[in-house]
């Protein structure tokens, strides 16, 4: 059981993460790969990403010796770089001490390199740096803009939900079989008995697409600071990679991919920028392709201000269903 006591400032200070955090998503994938939940549903994906990691990622395995990831893997920034770099600015003495608690139960030493990094090697951390971006690229690349995608939606419904029923009720359809009682809100799902207090610092929300079990929680949730709650979002099923075969691939081969996954990201408008964000690309690369597009009558381009935003056409809306699965 997770209780969770509110005061009216916390109430005031929930917020929802605008955008993915690279690393939180990629421990969860980690940990549904290493889990034995839905043992049917999930095998053949477990097998396939385990059998796609490279030898740069394996280091990473020391650093789980019980199933257990040290604290300071929690770190919630949406970009993969600043969230290295926050991860790096941990204070060394908070370092050793998850690194010591890790192994505490082992009976084996840990490897060199845990050592090193135990001793706050700059060659350590260039190889952690090195695991985690190769995990990145191999795990949740090629499905980073599903991810995006799932996580927009999700933060629309919740936005519309507490907009039209309050923050409690909003909370609750979160997370099925929570509820508040006064200002605690209880999580019975929870595996473990803990009371957390917001004091006024208020919540921030992680919805993630790789965790189907429990709502995640720091261990030792940093003070001062929002409480961050992990919750399972997604649709239940691993994240695959888009076939290149189907279902877009004849709007793909007259457009080409980068044109085509523009035009289908625009089923709302977008600002230059936001496409950028959500692509991975330059602006200078997405203003080149929309330039393409709008020529072609598939998008329409409006300036506000600073911003430019872009919208489909009827007729790029056509072209894109089209190209939907039947």
Known sequence: MLRIHFTAADFARVRFA?????????NTAFMKATSTDDPLLYARWRQRLL?????????????????????????YNDSLTEALESIRATHPTAIRSELQHLYASIPHSPPPWIRALHQNDPDAWHLFDQ??????????????????????????????????????HALTHLIPGTHFHTNTWHVPTHPTTREIHLTGHGLTLHPT????????????????????????AGP?????????????????????????????????????????????????TVSTHTAVLRAAGLITTTRTGRSVMHERTALGTLLTHRGAPE
Request: hydrophobic share 40%; aromatic share 4%; glycine share 2%.
């Open 18 to 26: 605008p955008r993915p955090a690279p690393l939180i998503e990629l």
């Open 51 to 75: 059998r796609s990691l490279p030898p740069t990622v394996l280091p990473l395995r020391a650093l789980v010796p019980a199933g257990e990831a040290p604290a300071f893997l929690d770190t």
């Open 131 to 168: 695991a985690q971006q190769a995990a990145f690229e191999t795990v949740l690349r090629p499905i980073w803009p599903q991810i995006q995608d799932l996580h927009q939606a999700e933060f629309t419904r919740h936005a519309l939900t507490t907009a039209e029923h309050g923050t409690a």
């Open 209 to 232: 697409f790789h965790w189907t079990s429990h709502p995640l929680t720091p261990t030792h949730p940093a003070p001062d600071q929002p409480l961050h709650l992990t919750y399972p």
């Open 236 to 284: 239940g099923l691993p994240l695959s990679p888009p076939d290149a075969s189907t279902p877009h691939a004849p709007l793909t081969a007259a457009l080409g991919p980068t044109r085509s996954r523009i035009l289908h990201h625009l089923t709302t408008p977008h600002t230059t920028t936001a496409l950028a964000r959500r692509l991975s690309l330059s602006t200078a």
